[in-house]
DNA sequence: ACATGATAGTTGTCTATACCACTATACTTT
DNA sequence: AAAGTATAGTGGTATAGACAACTATCATGT
């Protein structure tokens, strides 16, 4: 279980025994495992090595310390990001929707000055635009725009958007950072009539720069939900 | 600048030491720390003892290990909670406004099943609430009414909200423990004059509830937001 | 000029030991 | 029965020493 004549250091050895015990289930939350001398008598390893395994653990939250009292199978915790960035199809199947889309227009463009801005590449420099209208269960929720530099996808089609772009970003190798996101709230014009409401509503405009994980924007989404249908929530910690 | 007498342990004193030498700017980032050799034979203090206290900094962020090479400095990483719950007041700060407020009522009242039902408490029970109008540099910016049920504040004046209220929470020995929050389009009605906009403008209605540590809701706040002048503006991570 | 090797200095790993502070339990005293 | 007291077991702190693995530098040899 253990071998000291490995490369692999003693402490590690013990970390993946202990992760693989709670893994497994032998040890369950809660439970007390083996003092840190019981461990080192069993295993004929110096208590301060199995220290610095135990401490390892503790420090990823994995084990909690009590003085006096023992080393305890920490609860999990289930901490989500507090927010995490979603598609439009995932947001919807949270929220216990069925998402739909309605491709409207998908073209290759020069980017304006507004766009390249946010998207920082060269004014004027290629890129894709397609225009959605995205519905829940059936009916209109959003109308999109959303616009991606031919940079970063040379050879895009609209059947890449069938399913999670996320994910087909993923797919390239590509791994996603995060976004920054505006929410402001205006009157429906124009979209009116796709989005099925009277010219007038209340709707929110969303803006969205998704940023690749070293920063590199990869996608500038502009978004017009029905302020009848569409509530924005978030989570804040203090 | 050690003592080994202290019931404080070494270790820890070590630790505020270097952290005081990074804070103070003595030690700067990408600065290379004095070797565990190097300062256990200073202070005559075991190497083991010293790696302690370095372990423990590294695993804060504030310094980093070079194996042949040393201990470095940690690059800060500005890195700040996603979402942090704030008040209208730290968050206009952060937009880079004056915050002012105008009271417009304060007064004991039964919540109303809407209300209780949000703060989690019996409905027709007694509760605090507080109407105000708030500016931003001088300029309205949101018409605001908190409620707050009166089991947790007994004794409260609206003199209690001239700072900031969170605070004042805080200093009650009450744990805050985060929010949650919609955020959705309207059109302004009566609200307007107040606002100084005209009727029928885009708004946003913010509804928040705040909780305790334990998840004990402590306040209700609706609010309504100048279009014209708030954008709400979200960081996410994938 | 270039490769090689020696060397000193760094963090990484590991041992064996010691005492302290805290917790729970069993035992004793009142 | 209640209160106090020992005691064994736990993690917390600290020491001194040893060798390994890695990095940078300098001296040496070709």
Redesign the interface.
């Known amino acids: 279980m253990i071998n000291k004549k490995s490369p692999v250091p003693i402490y590690y050895q013990l970390e993946e025994w202990l992760r693989g015990e709670i893994d497994k289930g032998e040890l369950l939350e809660g439970d007390l495992i083996p003092s840190e001398r019981a461990l080192s008598e069993k295993y004929e390893i110096s208590r301060?090595t199995i220290r610095q395994a135990v401490s390892n653990l503790v420090?990823e939250g994995l084990l909690t310390r009590e003085k006096g009292k023992g080393t305890f199978v920490a609860k999990k915790k289930v901490e989500q990001?507090?927010?995490?960035?979603t598609g439009f199809s995932e947001d919807m199947k949270q929220r216990g929707m069925e998402p739909g889309t309605k491709r409207l227009d998908f073209i290759q463009l020069d980017l304006p000055p507004s766009i390249s801005k946010e998207l920082r590449v060269e004014t004027y420099s290629k890129g894709y635009q397609m225009k959605r209208l995205r519905l829940a269960d059936g009916l209109p929720m959003a109308y999109e725009v959303l616009t991606l530099p031919k940079t970063l996808f040379p050879d895009l089609t609209p059947e890449k958007f069938d399913h999670s772009f996320?994910e087909y970003v993923e797919s390239l190798g590509l791994k996603?950072?995060?976004?920054?996101?505006?929410?402001?709230?205006?009157?429906s014009k124009e979209e009116s009539a796709l989005l099925n409401i009277e010219r007038?509503s209340?709707?929110?405009l969303m803006k969205r720069v998704s940023y690749l994980g070293d920063g590199t924007p990869f996608e500038f989404v502009k978004s017009i939900y029905r302020?009848d249908r569409?509530?924005?929530?978030?989570?804040?910690?203090?």
């Open positions: 301060m420090n990001p507090l927010i995490r960035l996320y996603i950072g995060g976004a920054e996101q505006s929410i402001e709230p205006a009157i007038g209340p709707v929110l302020g569409y509530k924005f929530i978030t989570e804040m910690k203090r």
